[in-house]
């Protein structure tokens, strides 16, 4: 079973900045860049929706939302997938989640969840 591990959530002022990342312990070093990866957030009330992703290729999709001021990167060496989030606003408070897919073509991966870091914007 896949394993993904969040952490680097928290609580911060409304133009701050976080970084989360996520650990991939149980995929083998040799698959991980084969996979696509992504971040989804779900604020209390609302569906969970797609933050950004990154599939094999390199290719990224992001919500309009965070356009400009969330980047998600990859590190295939240490098979992690992380996400810079700058500019942050009250409206990005949400639980972030970690996905990853069996393959690598999609940009909306699915197939594996971790358990979710609390991120808190105050205004």
């Known amino acids: 079973q896949v394993q993904l591990v969040e952490s680097g959530g928290g609580f911060v002022q409304a133009g701050g900045s976080l970084r989360l990342s996520c650990a991939t312990p149980?995929?083998?070093?040799?698959?991980?860049?084969?996979?696509?990866m992504g971040w989804y957030r779900q604020a209390p009330g609302k569906e969970r929706e797609l933050v950004a992703a990154?599939?094999?290729?390199?290719?990224?999709n992001y919500a309009v939302s965070v356009k400009g001021r969330f980047t998600i990167s990859r590190d295939n060496n240490k098979k992690t997938v992380n996400l810079q989030m700058n500019s942050l606003k009250p409206e990005d408070t949400a639980v972030y989640y970690c996905?990853?897919?069996?393959?690598?073509?999609?940009?909306?991966?699915?197939?594996?969840w971790g358990q979710g870091t609390q991120v808190t914007v105050s205004s």
């Open positions: 996905a990853a897919d069996r393959d690598g073509t999609s940009l909306l991966p699915n197939d594996y």
């Open positions: 149980r995929i083998i070093l040799s698959t991980f860049w084969s996979r696509s």
């Open positions: 990154v599939n094999s290729a390199g290719n990224t």
